[in-house]
C-alpha cells in the first residue's frame, strides 16, 4: 500500500468509527432529541381549583427541543409556568437542552391544572399527554402524592 491509499484507508475508518459513536442506543438518530420522563407526581390539590404538576425531562439526545402543550382527562386547562423571581407566568413552551433536562419541580417551573373535573386524593392517578416541538407525545402517569410530597427532601 502506498502512502495515499493508506491515509485513505485510515480516513475512512476514524470515519465510520466517528459515526457509530454518534449513533448512541439502537433507533436514536444523532440530530434528534432524545427525551424521557421521571420523578412525575402532583401533591394532593387542597381543593379542585388548581393543582401542580412536577417531573423531570431527560434528553439523552443530541438536539434540544421544547415542551410546548400539556393535555389529560383530569382538566381542559392545563398550562405550562415558569417561576422567575418567586412570580409564576404562564409560558407557550420551555427548552430542554441537549445532552440535559428540564426539571419541573416545587418552586420552580412547573404544570398547572386549573378547574379540576374530580376531587383527587392521594394515591390516586392522573394522566397526561406532553406535546413538544420535535418529539412524538408522550403520555405521563402522575401518582397524586401528600400534599406536603417533596422528593428534594426525601
Known amino acids: 500500500m502506498n502512502r495515499r491509499t493508506t491515509v485513505t484507508a485510515l480516513s475512512a475508518a476514524l470515519a465510520l468509527a466517528g459515526t457509530l459513536a454518534l449513533g448512541g442506543c ?5 440530530d ?16 379542585n381549583e388548581m393543582a401542580g404538576g412536577f417531573l423531570t425531562l431527560r434528553n439523552d439526545g443530541a438536539a434540544a ?27 407557550k413552551s420551555l427548552d430542554i437542552p441537549a445532552k440535559g433536562e428540564l426539571k419541573l419541580e416545587r418552586g420552580g417551573n412547573h404544570l398547572m391544572f386549573m378547574g379540576l373535573k374530580r376531587t383527587l386524593k392521594q394515591g390516586d ?3 397526561v399527554k406532553l406535546r413538544f416541538a420535535k418529539s412524538e407525545p408522550i403520555e405521563v402517569k402522575l401518582p397524586v402524592e401528600a400534599p406536603n410530597h417533596d422528593p428534594a427532601h426525601h
Not at 32 to 37: G, W
Not at 38 to 43: D, E, H, I, K, L
Open 26 to 30: 439502537a433507533g436514536d438518530k444523532p
Open 32 to 47: 434528534e432529541p432524545a427525551l424521557k420522563v421521571s420523578g412525575a407526581y402532583m401533591p394532593q390539590p387542597v381543593n
Open 65 to 91: 427541543d421544547e415542551l410546548v402543550s400539556v393535555t389529560g382527562d383530569i382538566s381542559g386547562d392545563i398550562s405550562i409556568h415558569e417561576t422567575v423571581d418567586q412570580k409564576m407566568r404562564p409560558v
Open 125 to 127: 392517578t392522573v394522566s
